[in-house]
């Protein structure tokens, strides 16, 4: 049986698990998680290979295949330009795309269960649609504004109703009725990406949809992503989850300085290398940054060593992390500074100051240094 290959993007509201399933699709954390909405803010591709199953009398198979899948922000109205990026980034993930899963979080906006539940599910679902009601108020509205979206393709979708670990089991059939009454879709199919529950058949049903096709990348690349931008979002994910109110939407993560070890070989006294990586962390007040900084800097103490537990494990290096906060007055409505947190931009940057540093050199003759200003700093704090 030929390879079957192509991208598959992942798109609904917020916080629907999008990112969690990647995750755990790949093995492996590619996109951060928190639980709080608009975590994801570009779009993240995945590599996932798949070997062939032999269909059997009880199996349906499935053909050896390659997906891209693609994580995207969640849908929303933009407000912000910051916003109106995500929603690109969005739109850019439909426009490339063979097959979409449509995700939704089965724990919002449960239809009503009175008369198909037991008194004790009933209970669970009351307070499964209390917490998602706290948790963040989602309208109707917004449903029918990720729906419109997903009504306009004309590539098949799949919709995949995520956390059902959450959900009592007999309120599922009422939504997949309330769902597959708004959109045809091409399937329907129950998930937890959490808890690893349904995902082979997701694969198996979305390999049979793609075509026939070469691989888009070698078979052991997991990601188009850089390092660099990985760790960058591993640091936002602590910002994320270690500060409140509106500090980690006001926060955005660059990296400076990503200096890798010459080599991967453990040093003389049996110790991993090191990579040195320096980060600046943009907000838009003094108060956020005050807040980032914390008593005596303990806040960014506990962002950076945190975030370098992770971005050790993930590099297999030793890694010194400097972090810096700087205030970039309203940067969520700056076009300009939007577009140059997007990491295909700084890597073009960054190509561009490499060659002319090099046309430096060779004309010096010497040596010449990054010396990671690229983004202007207006005020910085060490990591102490
Ligand atoms: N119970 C349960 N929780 C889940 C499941 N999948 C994701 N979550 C939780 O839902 C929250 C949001 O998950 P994310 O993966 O960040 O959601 P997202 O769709 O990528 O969110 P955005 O980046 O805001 O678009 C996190 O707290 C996850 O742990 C699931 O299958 N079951």
């Known amino acids: 049986m030929a390879l079957r290959s192509g991208f598959i993007s ?14 755990a699709l790949l093995g492996q954390k590619l996109a951060i998680v928190t639980h709080k909405p608009q975590t994801t803010r570009t779009r993240i591709q995945g590599v996932l290979e798949l070997p062939v199953r032999k269909k059997t009398k009880t199996d349906g198979g499935r053909p050896a295949s390659q997906i891209v899948l693609v994580d995207t922000p969640g849908v929303h109205k933009p407000e912000t330009q910051l916003d109106k990026r995500m929603m690109q980034e969005v739109h850019d993930a439909l426009e490339s795309r063979d097959v979409v ?4 979080d089965v724990t919002h906006r449960l239809p009503e269960p009175k008369k198909l539940l037991t008194s004790e599910e009933f209970a669970e679902a009351r307070k499964i649609r209390t917490l998602g009601q706290h948790r963040r108020a989602l309208s109707k509205a917004e449903d029918d504004f990720a729906l419109q979206l997903v009504k306009k393709l004309d590539c098949p979708v799949i919709l995949v109703l995520n956390k059902i670990d959450a959900l009592p089991k007999s309120a599922l059939l009422p939504l997949i009725a309330h769902w597959t009454s708004l959109h045809e879709f091409a399937d329907v199919i129950p998930i937890s990406a959490k808890k690893n529950d349904g995902l082979e058949l997701l694969l198996d049903k979305s390999a049979r949809l793609l075509p026939e096709g070469q691989r888009y990348f070698p078979k052991d690349q997991l ?9 960058a979002e591993l640091i936002r994910e602590k910002i994320l989850l270690l500060t409140g109110e509106e500090v980690p939407y006001a926060a955005a993560v660059v990296i400076e300085r990503f200096e890798e070890p010459a080599s991967l070989k453990k040093t003389k006294d049996g110790k991993l290398p090191v990579t040195k990586i320096a980060a600046a962390i943009f907000v838009e007040r003094n108060g956020q940054k005050a807040i980032i900084i914390g008593n ?11 975030a370098r537990k992770d971005i050790e494990s993930m590099l297999g290096t030793r890694v010194f992390l400097e972090l810096f906060v700087k205030v970039q007055e309203e940067w969520r409505a700056s076009r300009g500074f939007i577009e140059d947190l997007d990491w295909r931009r700084q890597l073009e940057q960054i190509a561009e100051k490499q060659h002319r540093n090099n046309k430096l050199a060779d004309s010096r003759n010497g040596i010449s240094e990054f010396d990671g200003s690229e983004f202007g700093a207006s005020d910085s704090e060490d990591e102490g």
């Open 223 to 231: 990601t188009d992503q850089p390092e660099r931008f990985l760790v």
């Open 10 to 23: 992942i798109i609904g509201r917020p916080n629907a698990g999008k990112s969690t399933l990647l995750n």
């Open 296 to 306: 005596q800097g303990s806040m960014l103490k506990k962002i950076g060593s945190t």
């Open 101 to 104: 899963w449509f995700i939704v």
